[in-house]
């Protein structure tokens, strides 16, 4: 699976997207932050607060209860703004 990470988190995270295999336990949006989490300091200091983080699955905003499934691609972002 596609992870890609914009705006605040990638410069956190230190990278703009990575290929990775989620772990059997990992369902749902939720999961999913909590496991990157995990992954190291950089992870942890982009994902603090995951509630404030956004996730589109295959281009789409979902909420972080959302399932993954059998997804392509899943962006994370920080909140966004407009007017």
Request: proline content about 7%.
């Amino acid at each position: 699976m596609k992870l890609v990470y914009f705006a605040w988190v990638r410069e956190r995270i230190g990278v703009g997207e990575e290929e990775v295999v989620l772990p059997a336990g990992v369902v749902t949006v939720q999961d999913l932050l909590h496991w990157l989490k995990g992954r190291g300091d950089n992870y942890d200091a982009a994902l603090q607060a995951p509630q404030m983080v956004r996730v589109a699955i295959d281009h789409e905003h979902v909420p972080h209860s959302q399932p993954i499934g059998n997804c392509k691609e899943i962006a994370i972002f920080p909140p966004m703004t407009g007017g």
